[in-house]
């Protein structure tokens, strides 16, 4: 007997995935709708890669040997330098100064490569306005929208938001979690979240368009954009956290759109691209925005993309004739005074006008670092990483030293990125390491990912299984650039930095179903990516499916799993697969890693990817076209239990999960509840969700845990 959760029937009609138009214009300002921005021609013209791989289409990946492995909450796990901590960067603050990082040892310590069954009970999909776990275990809101975060804040007043109020609170729409420990004994913590975006019908009551908000209420909403610090603590022993509510709090900091200076850093700075009237030099950027996924580094520092930038800007039609291609191909309008979404900044604020400051757009699409230990540091933008819309970053330190980023760029038919530092990671904590560690991503070779295929010529769209067993086939990581030297024919490497999607068109880059956040295992080194979707995929002149994007006009998405050469995430090639592709398991185009589909729940739409130390993925959905509310899932990656997807969570009404974040300990599941009660008609005023408080939507950030304190996952 099946104990697969039975489907939902679909609630209205679905967008893309089961997404309401209301989030398709806030969130990505209805990119569907526009015309695909990649329509380059980029047949491949480098070596032809070979098509040996074994059967399943995996390389045993070797022992990531610079990994020490371990959190430093166990015991062990003593700093590898006995250098002195910092004398005070933060502490330059003066009275009650802040050590730099606290002593713990490496953030990227915490996994096995473990294969053992989940323990919890899948929760079947559901359609309920609330936040559901499986039995035995609980969930508290950590912090909503509004909430305090700097001390002092005012309580949120929906109906006098301002910009000095909301650069103290809470921002909109939290999207990445990260939580970061602040003592050796798992008592504090420091919670990293992203603000993605706003939705003024959902937060300001009488609203009757952009046109009619005041300057100061755009000023508040550029405010909720951005990311938050936020000091924590456990409760009473148990997997559940909360804000630290009296004393001093020094690292709890609001990151905004409106206000907050950030440095660009590698060899893009300064470029003439950079240079707007307010900044000349090019190596000072005012905000960041939309930022969606991210990643802790293994030095202590938090990672955040900016995704769809574009739909802030205005005035595309004015700028010069030479700036409109590169405006277009990360899908600015260069026909229309306002394309539609404008959020209208520029009443606030006229860089966002490009007719005015063509530029400015060019200092959005970037690789963020903060160091949330480090409250007054200035938050970097690093340009060595490329820009393009972003997802997030996650980094692993390979086994030759280097630190690798992977990176997805979040929009149909675009591409997979990684990023090699050119300096190796130095291990611990101690001021010197740290110091080195916080430049690692300001020089290295940027890389476009290039798949080959092993059953080219059975893929049908259908999404049928090839007859060797697998999607499968290898890869290659195609330069774009190393420190100052461009790979990329025709395009100086500040160019080849800042327009990377014109690069990538030129070598040849794979096409891919919407990459979202690109997570490598810890204990494996190998690499996951959710491709989330892609409604245009092998739909009119677009491209057709190929082995990795199996289905034509793909609703429910995929997941890739890439295994680096000889075990070196620092190699410039691989073998690939899809362990899993994504939908109702009783859909015959559907795949878990050939485990037993009758046990299996349920997936649509991957987006955010996580691993818990136990070495289990996890996946978060954003848009669920089966009918059920987005969830939160769970799966072994290795041994017999590879494939046996369970589903450990649903989100409200109208929500998508993100986050997902499991602490080192495994005793606590974080997530962010994105967007509750974005349905089309819905306002503050008459709101479609009362999650979490009864009254009107609020984005909020949920930790899980365990009732008897056992691990969350297996
Ligand atoms: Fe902001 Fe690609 O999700
Ligand atoms: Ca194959
Ligand atoms: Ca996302």
New binding site residues.
């Given amino acids: 007997m099946s104990d697969r959760p039975r489907l939902l029937p679909l609630l209205g009609s679905p967008r893309h995935g089961n997404r309401d138009s209301m989030t398709c214009l806030y969130r990505c300002g209805n990119a569907c709708d526009h015309p695909v921005p990649n329509n380059s021609d980029n047949a491949y013209f480098g070596d032809v890669v070979s098509t040996e791989v074994s059967r399943r289409g995996v390389v045993r990946a070797g022992a990531v040997g610079a990994l020490v492995l371990g959190f430093a909450g166990a015991a062990g796990a003593a700093p590898a330098s006995a250098a002195p901590a910092a004398p005070g960067t933060a502490g330059a603050a003066g009275e009650g100064a802040v050590p730099a990082v606290p002593e713990v040892a490496d953030f990227s310590a915490r996994q096995r490569a473990g294969s053992g069954a989940l323990s919890f009970k899948p929760i079947p999909p559901n359609q309920l306005d609330n936040l559901v776990v499986p039995n035995g275990y609980d969930h508290s809101v950590v912090i909503r929208w509004g909430d305090e975060v700097v001390p002092g804040a005012p309580d949120l007043d929906v109906h006098q938001q301002t910009a000095a109020s909301q650069s103290k609170q809470f921002g909109y729409n939290n ?1 990445f979690v990260g939580v970061l420990p602040l003592d050796r004994k798992g008592r504090r913590a420091l919670l990293v979240v992203n603000h ?1 975006y706003t939705n003024e019908e959902l937060m300001f009551p009488g609203f009757t368009g952009h046109d009619a908000l005041s300057v100061e209420q755009v000023k508040a909403a550029m405010a909720a954009h951005g990311l938050s610090v936020v000091e924590l603590e456990r409760v009473d022993g148990t997997g559940q956290w909360r804000p630290v509510r009296n004393g001093r709090r020094p690292y709890n900091r609001r990151i905004t759109a409106l206000a907050t200076k950030f440095e660009f850093t590698g060899p893009a700075a300064g470029s003439v691209w950079l240079r707007t009237a307010a900044d000349p030099a090019g190596r000072t950027a005012i905000g960041t925005l939309n930022n ?2 991210g990643g802790v580094t293994p030095w202590g520092t938090v990672l955040s993309g900016e ?1 769809n930038f574009n739909q802030y800007f205005v005035g595309g039609d004015g700028a010069p004739a030479e700036a409109k291609p590169k405006l277009a191909r990360y899908g600015i309008s260069t026909s229309a005074r306002y394309p539609s979404g404008s959020r209208k900044w520029e009443r606030a604020d006229e860089r966002f006008d490009l007719a005015k400051h063509p530029n400015e757009a060019n200092r959005h699409g970037w690789i963020v670092e903060v160091d949330p230990f480090d409250p007054d540091s200035r938050p970097r933008k690093h340009t060595a990483l490329g820009r393009f819309k972003h ?2 970053a996650n980094v692993i330190v390979a086994s030759d030293g280097h630190v690798v980023a992977y990176m997805g760029d ?1 929009e149909r038919f675009d591409y997979l990125y990684k990023f090699v530092s050119d300096k190796k990671y130095l291990k611990g904590n101690s001021w010197v390491a740290r110091r080195h560690n916080l430049t690692l991503l300001e020089s290295g070779t940027l890389y476009v990912a290039k798949l080959d295929y092993t059953s080219a010529d059975e893929i049908d769209g259908s999404g049928r299984l090839p007859t060797d067993g697998a999607f499968n086939g290898r890869g290659q990581w195609i330069k774009l650039a190393r420190g100052n030297r461009s790979y990329v024919e025709g395009m100086t490497v500040e160019e080849v930095l800042t327009f990377t999607r014109l690069a990538a068109d030129k070598v040849g880059a794979t096409k891919m179903d919407r990459p ?2 690109v997570e490598p295992s810890l204990a494996t080194g190998k690499v996951y990516v ?1 491709l ?1 979707n892609n409604s245009n995929r092998g739909v009119g002149a677009n491209p057709k499916a190929d082995e990795a994007n199996p289905r034509t006009a793909n609703k429910h998405g995929q997941v890739l799993e890439l295994v680096e050469d000889r075990g070196n995430n620092s190699a410039e090639s691989f073998a690939w697969s899809l362990p899993i592709v994504c939908g109702d398991p009783t859909d015959p185009s559907t795949y878990f890693a050939g485990y037993d589909k009758t046990k299996v729940s349920p997936i649509s739409c991957p ?2 990817v996580a691993f818990d130390g136990a070495g289990n993925l996890w996946i978060s959905t ?1 848009g669920n076209a089966l009918g059920s509310n987005d969830g939160l899932f769970a799966t072994a990656v290795e041994g017999p239990e590879r494939g046996h997807l369970k589903q450990f969570l649903t989100v409200p009404i109208g929500a ?1 999960v ?1 986050g997902p974040f499991i602490t080192t300990d495994d005793r606590s599941v974080f997530v962010a509840v994105q967007h509750p009660g974005e349905i089309n008609g819905a306002t503050i005023d008459k709101p479609a969700s009362n999650w979490p408080d009864g009254d009107f939507a609020k984005p909020a950030v949920v930790v899980a845990w365990r009732l008897d304190g056992g691990p969350v996952g297996s």
């Fill in positions: 999207d993605e969606c996924a995704e997802e997030g979040d979202e956040d959710a989330t987006d955010n954003d998508e993100c």
